[in-house]
T-cell receptor
């Protein structure tokens, strides 16, 4: 089955720790995205990548980092510099700007 | 922020009624897309309308686009309880980058 997979589904982080959220797709999509969603809110773009080894900051990139070493993988690291990381994180991918995006099921990150 | 705005923020209707949600945006667009999100889940693509199209249908969904007013609407006809979800519009703007921006969403509740 083709799709986009996020893991883990739930993640707990202690203050001061870095954590990495996984996002893998087997759709052969060039573009991948990370969004943050707070309760009752829309999606805010953290980072996006148009091709391997390239990525761009979105609206709220501070405190986050990404890599795109392989076409199918776009991991997001939430660093200790992100002061309010508790949120629902969504990864997506698409062929290009003329097609729809496919989403993973999300990772809910909680700071404890 | 490049977010668009959905209107209304919340909508509650009886099963069988029609639901209309509106989306406004500020920049020129390549296309506009509508997505659905069930609570705590990823987003599912519903329909994509290109900037040179004015109306598009998919089953019980009808989307219109008015680029002169920078607005779009999503109509769900003969609503069902299973249509209860949040609905978001999203767009690629015309800068050429693959950054997909989302609106703030409309929370639809269909009462059986």
């Amino acid at each position: 089955d083709g799709g986009i997979t996020q893991s883990p589904k739930y993640l707990f982080r202690k203050e001061g720790q870095n954590v990495t959220l996984s996002c893998e797709q087997n759709l052969n999509h060039d573009a991948m995205y990370w969004y943050r969603q707070d309760p009752g809110q829309g999606l805010r773009l953290i980072y996006y990548s148009q091709i391997v080894n390239d990525f761009q900051k979105g609206d709220i990139a501070e405190g986050y980092s990404v890599s795109r070493e392989k076409k199918e993988s776009f991991p997001l690291t939430v660093t200790s510099a992100q002061k309010n990381p508790t949120a629902f994180y969504l990864c997506a991918s698409s062929w290009d700007r003329n097609t729809e995006a496919f989403f993973g099921q999300g990772t809910r990150l909680t700071v404890v | 922020s490049q977010q668009g705005e959905e209107d209304p923020q919340a909508l509650s209707i009886q099963e069988g009624e029609n639901a209309t949600m509106n989306c406004s945006y500020k920049t020129s667009i390549n296309n506009l897309q509508w997505y659905r999100q069930n609570s705590g889940r990823g987003l599912v693509h519903l329909i994509l309308i290109r900037s040179n199209e004015r109306e598009k249908h998919s089953g019980r969904l009808r989307v219109t686009l008015d680029t002169s007013k920078k607005s779009s609407s999503l109509l769900i006809t003969a609503s069902r309880a299973a249509d209860t979800a949040s609905y978001f519009c999203a767009r690629f703007d015309q800068t050429g980058a693959n950054n997909l921006f989302f609106g703030t969403g409309t929370r639809l509740t269909v009462i059986p």
